[in-house]
């Protein structure tokens, strides 16, 4: 059984910056594309960030474009998050997951969830 354990949520106020950690096994983390979800309270499920890491390539909703930063340590097996400017809108349950193509609607393994409280 495939397991994505993150870690790094924690509370901080608008504007401050927190960094997000997920520890994949390595053949997941080579072969997969490797993505951060987010979910807020009565809100659907979101890709926030997505890195394609066999070409190099990334991508970021509109939202937090120009904030965040996904990142991936193949030496470490982790995946990263690192969140700047953060605003009360980004309190959110972040799940780190892995896809088959960053393009797939399907994740094929999820992380059990960090939580993410900003306040203004």
């Known amino acids: 059984q495939v397991q994505l354990v993150e870690s790094g949520g924690g509370s901080v106020q608008a504007g401050g910056s927190l960094r997000l950690s997920c520890a994949a096994p390595g053949y997941i983390g080579s072969r997969y594309c490797m993505a951060w979800f987010r979910q807020a309270p009565g809100k659907e499920r979101e890709g926030v960030a997505f890195i394609y890491s066999s070409f190099g390539t990334t991508r970021y909703t509109d939202s937090v474009q120009g904030r965040f930063t996904i990142s991936q340590d193949n030496a470490k097996n982790t995946l990263y998050l690192q969140m700047n400017n953060l605003t009360p809108e980004d309190t959110a349950m972040y799940y780190c997951?892995?896809?088959?193509?960053?393009?797939?609607?399907?994740?094929?393994?999820w992380g059990q969830g960090t939580q993410v409280t900003v306040s203004s």
């Open positions: 997951a892995a896809l088959l193509k960053c393009s797939d609607k399907t994740v094929s393994y």
